[in-house]
């Protein structure tokens, strides 16, 4: 065993501290080999899976077989589905995506039979059915809703909350809502010499970024934009839903220790000018299938369609720190017409205080950026100058079409649209303006970037167009 720190051997960029390669580099090889894999190949782990469905709850071999075909292939197959039913095993919950019927009836069954929350097993069997997702489901969890069973008060979050696991909810009258985009795009870092090595290892450095996760989402109230104020009882009822998914899962009352229970909100609306540059390149030959989701040669960051960490100038109002478009998508780009942009989406945040200052951003036609803050931000920048200088000068480039779990198998790549892999629970962010709830958007592996730990998740709202954002980190 390596005592000594040095480079990891093959992207020659990550500290290690043992023999052999990095974590990034490790998971990178592990994608290749799933990307790759024969039809036939592909049918023995999925037969092995089943086979030794009891396993998966080890959290080894088989549960990590499961989890690179779900979210690397698109693969939920239904004889997984059935033998975890069979063996009345509910984890990991996304065994059950697009489960037939008859699985389905097997868990509402088993949800009829149960009077506690014994071992876990309702909060369990919700997240199954949850993500299981189809319209007899979304009619259960509706009825469940409006006439809560007794095992409702062992709880800490109804089944409008549980929805929002499998990436779905329903509002006061039971119509159903995705809070997904079924298409997903990753946007892939271009590093230099890339097309000499073939690699695409991210840039990490700086210490402390630790200090950034501190959870705001104990926050009360939601924030107006110009031209458009929700009620007040939708504002409580979203904000009522938000505090309550943090409790979903067993280790949600540890992770809310680390919260700042009293956060004082600031309304104070600040307003910027957006980067006016407009995209006048197009025809770029970039890759459409999974296998190529990878670097591909040298790009200008300024003229792509996506762009992440680009500077603004801006100082953030706590700490200090240059505020960053930590997200920019172009709304004329026709591989991201899915999204329905009108204006281009910018989400503009403080990198040290993205973990405890919530931010809503609107961008309009003019290019004039509206930026709302909740929360309290950190008292000094702990995003070091070196940590500015390597974020804001990544390129990237809109790579092809992947599996919309691509972004779940580990905090590799950016993804555009598809499901979110939370690193804690759920946490759907409410439009301050109509008080519905957002759509996922983008995740940004923010630990990955710079060297620490942590994920961005940006969403929208598609009526408003305002994007949010929130952080989270182990």
């Known amino acids: 065993m390596q005592s000594k ?8 960029e990550n500290t290690i501290y043992f023999d052999g390669i990095c974590h990034s580099c490790s998971q990178r090889q592990r ?14 782990m999925i037969l092995k899976i089943a086979d030794r469905i009891d396993e998966i709850e080890k959290w080894d071999e088989i549960y990590n077989d499961f989890w690179a075909l779900f979210s690397l292939r698109d693969i939920h197959d239904p004889r997984i589905a059935r033998a975890a039913a069979a063996a009345e095993i509910y984890c990991p919950p996304e065994l059950y995506f697009g489960a037939p019927k008859d699985v389905r009836d097997a868990l509402v069954r088993k949800l009829a039979s149960l009077q506690n929350n014994a071992k ?11 993500w299981q997702g189809d319209e007899q489901t979304t009619q259960l969890f509706y009825e469940l809703y409006q006439n809560p069973k007794p095992w409702r008060q062992k709880l800490y979050a109804g089944t409008e909350i549980y929805a929002q696991i499998g990436g779905w909810s329903f509002d006061q009258m039971g119509e159903r809502k995705s809070l997904v985009f079924d298409k997903c795009l990753t946007a892939v870092r271009v590093k230099d010499g890339a097309e000499k090595n073939g690699s695409c ?17 104990g926050m009360s109230e939601i924030l107006n934009f110009k031209g458009g104020a929700s009620g007040a009882n939708s504002e409580q009822s979203a904000q009522n839903g938000a505090d309550e998914i943090l409790n979903l899962y067993a280790g949600a009352q540890s992770a809310r220790a680390s919260m700042n229970e009293g956060a004082i909100l600031r309304n104070e609306r600040v307003n910027f000018k957006a980067d006016a540059q407009k995209d006048a390149s197009s ?8 296998k190529d989701a990878r670097c591909e040669g040298a790009n200008q960051n300024a003229d792509e369609p996506v762009q992440i960490g680009r500077p603004t100038g801006q100082k953030c109002e706590f700490c200090g720190c240059e505020m960053l478009d930590m997200l920019c998508l172009k709304a004329d780009e026709p591989r991201l017409a899915f999204l329905n942009l009108k204006y281009d ?9 993205v973990g405890s200052v919530r931010y809503l951003c609107k961008c309009g036609a003019d290019g004039e950026m509206e930026l709302n803050c909740e929360g309290e931000g950190m008292e000094k920048s702990y995003f070091s100058q070196q940590d500015m200088t390597r974020l804001s000068g990544m390129k ?5 079409e992947v599996s919309p779990f691509y972004g779940c198998f580990d905090e590799l790549d950016t993804t555009v649209g598809g499901y979110p892999q939370w690193v804690q629970d759920s946490a759907y962010l409410s439009c301050p303006s109509c008080g519905g709830t957002m759509k996922h958007l983008a995740q940004i592996p923010f630990g990955e970037l710079v060297q620490g730990e942590g994920v961005i998740y ?10 949010g954002g929130c952080f989270q980190c182990t």
């Open 31 to 44: 994608r290749d080999e799933i990307l790759n894999l024969g039809a036939d190949e592909v049918e023995a």
């Open 120 to 130: 876990n097993t309702l909060n369990d069997l919700l997240c199954a059915l949850a």
């Open 458 to 467: 940006a969403q929208i709202c598609e009526k408003c167009e305002v994007l």
């Open 283 to 290: 025809g770029l030959n970039l890759s459409e299938n999974a």
């Open 201 to 217: 290892a991210s840039e990490r450095g700086g210490d402390d970024v630790g200090a950034r996760s501190k959870n705001a989402s």
């Open 396 to 400: 990237f480039k809109l790579g092809g």
């Open 5 to 12: 720190a040095y480079l990891c051997p093959k992207c020659g």
């Open 345 to 353: 989406a910018i989400f503009r945040c403080c990198p040290t205080c």
